[in-house]
């Protein structure tokens, strides 16, 4: 398919799967992805905003608004419980997605999961600077401090990854969302406390999640001692340089843990990390997408053309691109599983058409 007839549509099949209410469906036809996930959700508004579709995007963070404004007594608690050094169960914590007209998600679901709430402090500021929209600040007040309160309390806490999976340990890329956050609301609004704790993740980050002179994958407190839990890499560290900060892509650092993931993850298009089995860890388009975004600033423009047009290879014949494909899969005897007990991986998954977006427009 034409990339620009991919472009088209993939804003279109976005507009189409955003509630009226203003969440966005991670997949409307994967029964396990019919929420609004405040992460997933950011980075596809972010992704409307760079191509021009602003109130989509503004429907989007109204949307995180109302499902949030109402949370401060449960906060509350949350901070007491904290404050008392009292035991706290991961149901007790805010939701890391929601029903698609705003309800809680109150299934078995790995709730306890930070990184949408940095990520969507940082794509509002991003909304804002975009459409000049300063008014939302005040109208959305309320849910703003609300987040900013919880992710001061509990950005050092363990949580579920990006990929809703290992919830005992503490991970950069998830770090990075709520430096994002943080960061660029404390720019904006000119409040030194929350930049300064934006700058203690950072120092947080490069003195505990590194290792080899690489970011790793998670880190774990060992007898108040802070250390790498696994070793390894996973391609949602490419965040801490795009579009978060933390470090620049050209960072030695970063550069060394982009090496790392080209050795490990990457084929045509990237894998998750190592020991991934969910469909057999095959190649993620969106990832593949963050990938040639990193290489573009880079200056590496024909490798980023490459897996623009390696993603746009992948969509069916409507359009749709999905969540990741089976060419070289890290697990290939339990891909099978996965298709026997829950059908083909998510197809169309938004995520995938919002990052193609990012990378086209960057390219153009």
Excluded at 19 to 32: I, K, N, R, W
């Amino acid at each position: 398919m034409e990339l620009e007839q991919l472009v088209s549509i993939s804003k279109d099949i976005i507009k189409l799967n955003q509630h009226p209410s203003g969440g966005y469906v991670a997949s409307p036809l994967f029964s396990t992805y019919s929420y609004s996930w405040l992460r997933d959700g950011t980075f596809i508004a972010n992704a409307m905003d760079r191509v021009g579709e602003t109130k989509s995007a503004e429907q989007f963070y109204r949307w995180v608004h109302r499902v949030l404004k109402d949370k401060r007594p449960r906060l509350t608690e949350l901070m007491r419980k904290h404050e008392n050094r009292e035991w706290i169960d991961r149901s007790e914590f805010l939701g890391t997605r929601y029903h698609l007209d705003g309800r809680d998600d109150h299934s078995e679901w790995g709730h306890f999961q930070l990184d949408g709430y940095g990520a969507w402090i940082w794509g509002l500021v991003e909304h804002i600077r975009i459409t000049g929209h300063m008014t939302l600040l005040e109208e959305f007040r309320e849910s703003i401090e609300i987040t900013i309160d919880y992710v001061m309390t509990f950005w050092h806490y363990p949580n579920f990854d990006c990929w809703e999976e290992y919830p005992d340990y503490v991970h950069p890329a998830t770090l990075a969302c709520l430096f994002g956050g943080l960061k660029a609301l404390g720019e904006l609004e000119g409040r030194p406390a929350l930049i300064e704790k934006a700058d203690l993740i950072r120092q947080f980050i490069h003195t505990h999640a590194v290792h080899e002179g690489r970011f790793v994958k998670s880190i774990h407190c060992v007898n108040e001692v802070w250390q790498p839990a696994l070793h390894g890499v996973d391609a949602s560290l490419m965040w801490l340089a795009l579009p978060f900060g933390v470090c620049e892509p050209s960072d030695p650092i970063m550069l060394k843990t982009i090496h790392a993931i080209e050795g490990d993850l990457k084929h045509e298009g990237i894998q998750r990390y190592i020991e991934d089995s969910y469909y057999g860890g095959g190649e993620w388009l969106l990832l593949t997408a963050w990938y040639g975004w990193i290489q573009l600033e880079l200056g590496n423009k024909q490798e980023a053309e490459r897996c623009l047009s390696w993603i746009a290879s992948k969509s069916d014949s409507l359009g749709r691109l999905p969540e990741q494909v089976d060419d070289h899969l890290r697990e290939p005897r339990v891909y099978g599983e996965w298709i026997e007990k829950h059908g083909g991986p998510a197809l169309p998954l938004i995520w995938s058409h919002a990052m193609f977006l990012v990378l086209s427009d960057r390219l153009k």
